[in-house]
């Protein structure tokens, strides 16, 4: 294959792998968007929701691109449940005091999900053999032009739901002034517990689609959790648009990175791309809020 | 030479003027107060003066060094103190250990530290909580603290933001006479103040500033009585009613 | 005070001689209490002083570790002396992390994502270089001997670990009651009111942090020597950063034995959950355990547990709250 053509190809790959980051990142800039926190426990939640789909798929036969609303809501769930009884005692700590609660709820359950299914790496056995479309020389991994898809998708839902619907007006409210919205007669702490929720959703839905392209095992919730908050800060903490347009970015970077480093170090360029971008753009290529 | 002093100094945010080209001196053992209505800019001028903020332009000279690009711990090891509007004291720390923080900036001995901040304490009349925790300090009280700490790093110059605000007239009488003394002991004071008793009992000179600008400067009974003053904290109706 | 002092020491000396009773399992615990409490400590002296959240600290042990190993496995150097070497190591790289932190003011959440940035770009290098075993790790070779660190059995290790808790916490009273410690919890408190007073922020928060690197690089020498086997996964990786602490913030962070405190709940309760629910193999429930502990602590006793503790003994120790 010519230079040209591989470097196409891995450009394909990269705004594909892009879309998904971005998939994965929406959750955690929009709860911080909200609430100013940082879910740390952002990536044992998607591996959470990989594993729900994963048992969805074994025990029922239910496709992830189906069965991802399942993993939607019972994260949703979760998340409510986090918020009304440990997130919202938080919001007044100081900063450095609200990481450590989300950190070790992070590792309750990674280590649940390690007591409960074990250690081992597992790949549902239906292999997903979506068709691979050929654009010329270049080839499109379905799943993953599904993934892509599906992000868009998902995050525009998101963003509507915020802007149309009552509650996403009350959350907006809430989230640009707490004082403000109680006083309106808004329940900011039931508002929190809808938000957080619907960001842990997000991380199901996530997880659901993520599982048609790797092997799930408990221990790979820091992952995600490191290469959301790189795709948030690229894009902006806060900004649903910038998670996607930080996710495409590091997709592109990693991918093209190919060329010149060993698979392997990939991270090591999302890493320093996220320490260049804390020092000189902190704030993010989009205004994030907060 | 001027303790403190500084020429046309300007500061914007963003589109808005905040300060516009003010020169102002403090001589060496005056107490300089510096009014105007809310907004005014007093407190853009303070975190100028200090270091907190960058100029846009313009010089400030301490005691005949410019330190118009120091760095602000710098410029307080200089000599020139602050407290600020909204008090920060260091609140899980005791009273005394608030003060000699200040203390060991200049002084290396923990020991002698403490004693100079045990003379501090009884000076500003906060020996009997001197062990309590910052937190526990009713608002007054650590207006005192807040000033306390900063006399502890043996200032030439003083910048106190509204430390009058919030208390009550015996109050600020007690507040009055801590502040002569601290002056008679040679610290020249820079106060930006809204309790008007507390400027006229106080001030040598004092300056008036609105929008950014200079309007009025003087001895504080001229001053109050300039149309321009008046006019900026009561208003052009105020003004044109009194005939 | 003096009460206390009474005390401590009596604790220590009970320390001293437990040995004689134990066997070598519960002294390997020990050993593990003691070593949790050291590194604990080590953080507690950066993150519970100056307030700086560092959520990648196992990178200096991991510096520590891999630092002295590989003096010892290639230039038959030993370990004692390996050990500052890589304590130095690990103090260039955390002047170079604070540099960037502290002086581009990154503050918060921020600072912390510079932290783990740091360790696992470490951990990802680490891993492709050949020469310290790349992706497989390093299995150490067992000869014991004084100068290879290396002892049977674990009562060597005991006192070893024991020694370096001890020095630990009296470095950490001394830093304490030190102006430059009165500068760090100054900082802590509020780093802008510090500066308005005449404190150079940026200069305490990189001697806490340079302090903070060199001592856990050594606790990252004394671990290899006991655990006998590096991976970067696990020597850089972030479950150790996590581990690393729990301890400090259960037991009480910017205090003095609070560290310690933490990890004498902590330590035993891993060893205890894993006695009674080791049929089926329910790894990771100590982890389950640790994790919601520490959002109860954070939540309803967030100075730690040392403060209740400190209450506790008030009236036959004389605490009193000043102790400083």
């Known amino acids: 294959m010519d230079q040209m053509t591989l470097g196409l190809q891995l450009a394909v790959q990269g705004v594909l792998l892009g879309g998904i980051y971005g998939l994965i990142a929406v959750g955690l800039s929009f709860i911080f968007g909200v609430m100013g926190i940082i879910n740390f426990a952002h990536g044992q939640m998607i591996v959470l929701g990989m594993y729900i789909s994963y048992w969805i798929l074994v025990l029922l036969g239910i496709d992830p691109y189906l069965n991802f609303i399942a993993g939607a809501c019972i994260l949703f769930a979760m998340g409510y449940l986090l918020q009304s009884s440990t997130v919202n005692r938080i919001l007044d700590f100081p900063e450095a005091m609200q990481v450590v609660p989300l950190v070790a709820v992070g590792l309750v359950l990674e280590n649940l999900i390690l007591m409960l299914w074990g250690p081992d790496h597992r790949s549902p056995e239906t292999a997903f053999n979506l068709s691979t479309i050929w654009i010329d020389k270049i080839m499109i991994d379905g799943s993953k032009l599904i993934a892509f898809v599906l992000a868009i998708v998902l995050t525009l839902g998101v963003f509507l739901f915020l802007k149309k619907s009552n509650i996403g007006k009350s959350i907006r409210a809430a989230a640009d002034n707490r004082t403000g919205a109680v006083l309106v007669g808004i329940n900011v702490n039931r508002i929190n517990n809808f938000a957080f929720g619907l960001g842990a959703a997000t991380t199901g839905a996530a997880g659901a689609l993520l599982l048609p392209l790797m092997p799930v095992s408990p221990h790979m919730g820091h992952d995600f959790t490191l290469t959301a908050f790189v795709v948030v800060i690229l894009g902006g903490m806060g900004n649903l648009w910038g998670a996607l347009l930080g996710g495409l970015i590091l997709g592109l970077a990693e991918s093209l990175s190919i060329l010149v480093l060993p698979p392997t170090m990939k991270q090591v360029v999302s890493f320093i791309l996220l320490i260049i971008i804390m020092l000189f753009r902190p704030q993010g290529l989009l205004k994030g809020h907060k | ?243 | 005070m003096k009460r206390l002092y009474v005390f401590l020491a009596l604790l220590l000396t009970i320390l001293l001689i437990l040995p004689l009773f134990l066997d070598k399992y519960v002294l390997g615990i020990f050993v593990m209490i003691f070593f949790f409490a050291y590194i604990g400590q080590s953080w507690n002296i950066l993150t519970g002083y100056t307030g700086h959240i560092s959520l990648g600290h196992a990178l200096y042990l991991g510096v520590g570790a891999y630092t002295s190993t590989y003096l010892a496995q290639t230039y038959g150097l030993s370990p004692w002396i390996g050990m500052f070497i890589g304590g130095g190591l690990a103090v260039i790289i955390s002047m170079f992390l604070g540099f960037l932190g502290f002086r581009f003011g990154l503050r918060g959440v921020y600072f912390v994502i510079l932290t783990i940035a740091f360790a696992e770009i470490t951990r990802l290098l680490v891993s492709h270089i050949e020469a310290l075993g790349s992706f497989s790790g390093i299995f150490l070779d067992f000869s014991p001997s004084f100068k290879n660190f290396q002892f049977r059995g674990n009562k060597a290790y005991y006192y070893i670990s024991l020694c370096f808790m001890v020095l630990a916490v009296i470095v950490t009273r001394l830093i304490e009651t030190s102006r430059i410690g009165r500068f760090m919890v100054a900082i802590r408190e509020d780093e802008e009111a510090a500066e308005s007073l005449g404190v150079n922020a940026f200069k305490y928060s990189m001697i806490a942090l340079g302090i903070s690197a060199f001592m856990t690089s050594l606790g990252g020498t004394f671990y290899a020597n006991f655990i006998y086997y590096l991976h970067p996964n696990i020597m850089f990786g972030m479950n150790f950063s996590i581990e690393l602490i729990l301890r400090p913030i259960v037991g009480g962070m910017g205090t003095v034995l609070g560290p310690v405190l933490g990890s004498f709940i902590l330590t035993p309760l891993s060893e205890i959950s894993r006695v009674y629910f080791s049929k089926g193999g329910l790894e990771g429930l100590h982890l389950v355990l640790y994790g919601i502990l520490t959002v109860l602590i954070v939540l309803f006793m967030r100075r730690g547990v040392l403060v209740y503790v400190q209450k506790l003994l008030n009236p036959i120790l004389k605490l009193e709250d000043e102790s400083k």
């Not at chain 2, 008090?87 to 002084?107: D, Q």
């Not at chain 2, 300090?137 to 110059?157: Q, S």
């Not at chain 2, 004071?189 to 008036?208: K, P, Q």
């Open chain 2, 1 to 243: 030479m001027n303790a403190l002093e500084t020429n046309a100094l300007s500061k914007s945010f963003g589109g808005l003027k905040a300060v516009s080209d003010l020169d102002l001196s403090l001589g060496q053992g005056e107490i300089l107060g510096l009014i105007g209505p809310n907004g005014a800019g007093k407190t853009t001028v303070f975190n100028c003066l200090s270091r907190f903020l960058p100029m846009d332009s313009g010089q400030t000279i301490f005691y005949g060094r410019d330190i118009t690009d120091l760095k602000p711990h710098v410029v307080s090891q200089l000599g020139l103190a602050r407290t600020f509007q909204i008090v920060r004291p260091f609140l899980t720390i005791s009273v005394l250990e608030n003060i000699m923080v200040g203390a060991l900036v200049k002084e290396k001995s923990v020991k002698k530290a403490k004693a100079q901040s045990m003379s501090i304490l009884e000076l500003v009349g906060l020996e009997d909580v001197k062990d309590r925790p910052a937190s526990e300090l009713p608002l007054p009280r650590r207006k005192r603290l807040e000033m306390a700490r900063a006399l502890a790093t043996k200032p030439k110059v003083l910048l106190l933001d509204e430390v009058m605000a919030g208390l009550n007239p015996t109050e600020v009488d007690e507040l009055i006479v801590l502040l002569k003394k601290i002056n008679r002991q040679g610290i020249s004071i820079f106060l930006i103040e809204h309790v008007m008793r507390g400027v006229m009992a106080l001030s040598n000179r004092v300056i008036v500033i609105n929008y950014g600008v200079k309007i009025a400067e003087g001895p504080p009974d001229e001053v109050v009585k300039n149309k321009q003053v008046v006019e900026a904290y009561l208003g052009k109706e105020f003004l044109s009613a009194q005939g």
